[in-house]
């Protein structure tokens, strides 16, 4: 089974990216409009796509001013193809990137569970000199 590298998710994959969301602890009440309208505002889409069927297997997108600071959402493979280097080929991807790979600073924001995943591609909890990290939410609903 191969798999490519895409960077917009088609018609056709919508289904597969919400089933993908559907499938997380973190963002399974997301609409199937709502994501729909998110891939519109995403600057970067990093996909994975099976090559025999054409569906969506892995996803994450980034956010970013093209020069400073890109924030990376969203990482996920379908719990099916997980384990399979399809992440791994996302996180190529992105660091060969003609803009995103000499941006500044890559952020990302993840849950506990999956810290050590993400160091192992250089991310750290070493903030330098922010000390603390605000939001404000949600804004709607």
């Not at 798999?3 to 499938?23: C, E, K, N, T």
């Not at 190529?92 to 993400?118: F, M, N, R, W």
Request: charged share 30%.
């Amino acid at each position: 089974m191969g798999f490519r590298l895409v960077h917009a998710v088609d018609d056709s994959q919508i289904d597969d990216l919400v089933d993908m969301y559907r499938g997380t602890y973190w963002a399974a009440h997301r609409s199937r409009e709502d994501i729909v309208a998110m891939l519109r505002g995403t600057d970067y889409v990093f996909g994975v796509v099976e090559e025999e069927t054409g569906r969506l297997r892995a996803f994450a997108r980034v956010l970013s001013d093209n020069v400073f600071r890109a924030v990376l959402f969203d990482v996920m493979a379908h719990p099916d193809f997980r384990g399979q280097g399809l992440v791994r080929m996302i996180f190529e991807d992105i660091a060969a990137h003609p803009v995103l790979g000499s941006i500044e600073q890559l952020v990302l924001y993840c849950t506990e569970d999956v810290v050590k995943l993400y160091e192992k591609w250089g991310f750290t909890q070493d903030l330098g000199g922010t000390r603390i990290m605000m939001r404000k939410g949600p804004m709607r609903r």
